[in-house]
């Protein structure tokens, strides 16, 4: 891994990753001449990649819990299907935070914007495999969270002959550009329900807000038939009673952090 940085206290500050060098990078901290730096945002995340994974979900989890609001702030305010805000919002679609987010009025359009951007961008076309992975990545998750429902005609129509193009071109590569486009394909031309096997994937990804999180418990509701007990304290954590919250507690109190929404 290779950096571009004047000085030795630039190198340092790069590889610190923290919660707040993140959201300073996607522009969200230092006021109104605060920028995005996407460049720096890349070469942290890359950083963090080599990290333990415990630290990973730890770090990601209580970004989106802190910044989710104001990153999905930033990504309205932002254009194309690439840019720092789209980049951390990919990097955290997994956890339970973002996944109630975009259930909710603030988060609902994600979709629908992410597949205009990618629809109408001209200079898709002329991305590179890994650029054209982390893009296809996120509007695949996008569409199968949210579906189809706010995207217009046009738009399918013109991400259709996209995603043909890029898994076409990038079959039997085994990058992520080949399979994103491929779900993206695959969920873009239904015409009702989800392709088979996608059910079970989308499922897995939506557990971590409709399920019991203790290890081992699959109720999505408590045993007196009661909806499932929520965190107090993160609001995303589901329990079908105390013995399991408690249970829980251990691995979930790494990840648990007050959500500004």
Same mark, same amino acid.
């Given at each position: 891994?290779?950096?571009?940085?004047?000085?030795?206290?630039?190198?340092?500050?790069?590889?610190?990753?923290?919660?707040?060098?993140?959201?300073?990078?996607?522009?969200?901290?230092? $006021?109104?001449?605060?920028?995005?730096?996407?460049?720096?945002?890349?070469?942290?995340?890359?950083?963090?990649?080599?990290?333990?994974?415990?630290?990973?979900?730890?770090?990601?989890?209580?970004?989106?819990?802190? /910044?989710?609001?104001?990153?999905?702030?930033?990504?309205?305010?932002?254009?194309?299907?690439?840019?720092?805000?789209?980049?951390?919002?990919?990097?955290?679609? /997994?956890?339970? /935070?973002?996944?109630?987010?975009?259930?909710?009025?603030?988060?609902?359009?994600?979709?629908?914007?992410?597949?205009?951007?990618?629809?109408?961008?001209?200079?898709?076309?002329?991305?590179?495999?890994?650029?054209?992975?982390?893009?296809?990545?996120?509007? $695949?998750?996008?569409?199968?969270?949210?579906?189809?429902?706010?995207?217009?005609?046009?738009?399918?129509?013109?991400?259709?002959?996209?995603?043909?193009?890029?898994?076409?071109?990038?079959?039997?590569?085994?990058?992520?550009?080949?399979?994103?486009?491929?779900?993206?394909?695959?969920?873009?031309?239904?015409?009702?329900?989800?392709?088979?096997?996608?059910?079970?994937?989308?499922?897995?990804?939506?557990?971590?807000?409709?399920?019991?999180?203790?290890?081992?418990?699959?109720?999505?509701?408590?045993?007196?038939?009661?909806?499932?007990?929520?965190?107090?304290?993160?609001?995303?954590?589901? /329990?079908?009673?105390?013995?399991?919250?408690?249970?829980?507690?251990?691995?979930?109190?790494?990840?648990?952090?007050?959500?500004?929404?």
């Amino acid at each position: 891994m290779s950096f571009s940085v004047s000085s030795h206290e630039e190198l340092q500050a790069i590889m610190n990753v923290t919660v707040e060098s993140l959201a300073g990078f996607c522009g969200l901290t230092g $006021g109104e001449d605060q920028q995005a730096d996407y460049r720096s945002l890349m070469q942290q995340l890359g950083i963090l990649q080599t990290r333990p994974m415990a630290l990973q979900k730890k770090i990601h989890n209580e970004f989106a819990a802190k /910044y989710l609001p104001a990153l999905m702030s930033v990504y309205r305010e932002s254009s194309g299907p690439l840019n720092a805000a789209m980049t951390m919002l990919n990097v955290i679609s /997994y956890t339970a /935070y973002f996944v109630r987010f975009q259930r909710s009025s603030a988060g609902s359009d994600l979709a629908a914007i992410q597949a205009h951007r990618t629809a109408i961008d001209p200079a898709s076309t002329l991305l590179d495999i890994d650029t054209i992975g982390e893009i296809t990545q996120f509007l $695949g998750t996008l569409l199968l969270l949210q579906g189809t429902s706010g995207i217009t005609e046009d738009d399918k129509k013109a991400l259709l002959s996209k995603m043909n193009k890029w898994k076409n071109i990038y079959r039997g590569t085994g990058r992520v550009a080949e399979k994103a486009s491929e779900r993206c394909n695959a969920l873009l031309a239904r015409k009702s329900g989800l392709p088979a096997g996608y059910k079970d994937v989308k499922d897995h990804i939506e557990q971590v807000v409709e399920q019991c999180g203790a290890e081992g418990c699959s109720r999505r509701q408590q045993t007196s038939g009661s909806e499932l007990m929520q965190c107090a304290r993160c609001k995303s954590a589901l /329990y079908c009673g105390t013995a399991h919250q408690k249970q829980a507690w251990p691995s979930h109190k790494s990840t648990c952090f007050a959500p500004t929404f």
